[in-house]
């Protein structure tokens, strides 16, 4: 369940920059995207340090 969440999100913002783009605000899902990512990839680096 919890990797359909994140799927959705990443669609989301997909589909928003798509539309986004033609009004020059394509960059706002991208960033918004990017901090998700980073928050996902902090996460994951947790989990292995505390792992070992």
Do not use: D, V
């Not at 798509?18 to 680096?45: H, M, R, T, V, W």
């Amino acid at each position: 369940m919890k990797q359909y969440y994140h799927y959705i999100i990443i669609l989301s913002c997909l589909l928003a920059t798509f539309f986004l783009y033609n009004k020059q605000l394509g960059s706002i899902p991208l960033l918004i995207l990017s901090g998700f990512l980073f928050y996902l990839g902090i996460k994951e680096a947790y989990k292995i340090k505390n792992s070992k």
